[in-house]
T-cell receptor, first 115, second 110 residues
Framework: GAGVSQSPSNKVTEKGKDVELRCDPI?????LYWYRQRLGQGLEFLIY????????KSGLPSDRFSAERTGESVSTLTIQRTQQEDSAVYLC?????????????FGPGTRLLVL | QKEVEQNSGPLSVPEGAIASLNCTYS??????FFWYRQYSGKSPELIMS????GDKEDGRFTAQLNKASQYVSLLIRDSQPSDSATYLC??????????FGTGTSLTVIP
């Protein structure tokens, strides 16, 4: 079946603009993660959704970052008033169950460049 | 602060040799440990998981865990050029978060 998809694959924006990144998880996957990966760095946890439970937002770096997910479907990550340090690859992962130890599947990522 | 440390490399080994990748973690409460492979420009893919002290083998890959020393390693036997990638160590402490190291870049020289 289809894997995790993300759009856009690449995004170039100007400092101060808002951007919206989209993640389509694998159908039936209840858990969804967003990560940020800066160049040459590991993955940085941003936010976690599990079904209809309140999301775990503990990894969001500032109030400029927000994310939504409706039920077990699409998620969007929004970055307001983008800064150059927001430039990174934003990865989404979904899994069938919590916490997805063995089944966390990653999307291809969105490469964000803030000029 | 929960930390996961890896030598960034690059690590170069000749084809057919054993590649040894190491990872240390800061929190003794860590429960689960994972190795991901990430090819350049691609997303990570899970290759090994380990939960108990000792060795776990899967094909050419062996994960080794020593909780007393807070150390987890990945051995790749008979290394192939296709193994050239960045290997990420990840640790799960029981909550929602996975903590990732910065990765070790491996190059297998034909």
């Amino acid at each position: 079946g289809a894997g995790v998809s993300q759009s856009p694959s690449n995004k170039v924006t100007e400092k101060g603009k808002d951007v919206e990144l989209r993640c389509d998880p694998i159908s039936g996957h209840t858990a969804l993660y967003w990560y940020r990966q800066r160049l040459g760095q590991g993955l940085e946890f941003l936010i976690y959704f599990q079904g209809n439970s309140a999301p775990d937002k503990s990894g969001l770096p500032s109030d400029r970052f927000s994310a939504e997910r409706t039920g077990e479907s699409v998620s969007t990550l929004t970055i307001q008033r983008t800064q150059q340090e927001d430039s990174a690859v934003y990865l989404c992962a979904s899994s069938l169950e919590w916490p997805g130890l063995e089944s966390q599947y990653f999307g291809p990522g969105t490469r964000l460049l803030v000029l | 602060q929960k930390e996961v440390e890896q030598n960034s490399g690059p690590l170069s080994v000749p084809e057919g040799a054993i590649a040894s990748l190491n990872c240390t973690y800061s929190d003794r409460g860590s429960q689960s440990f994972f190795w991901y492979r990430q090819y350049s420009g691609k997303s990570p893919e899970l290759i090994m998981s380990i939960y108990s002290n000792g060795d776990k083998e899967d094909g050419r890959f062996t994960a080794q865990l020593n909780k007393a020393s807070q150390y987890v390693s990945l051995l790749i036997r008979d290394s192939q050029p296709s193994d050239s990638a960045t290997y990420l160590c990840a640790v799960h402490y029981g909550g929602n978060q996975f903590y990732f190291g910065t990765g070790t870049s491996l190059t297998v020289i034909p």
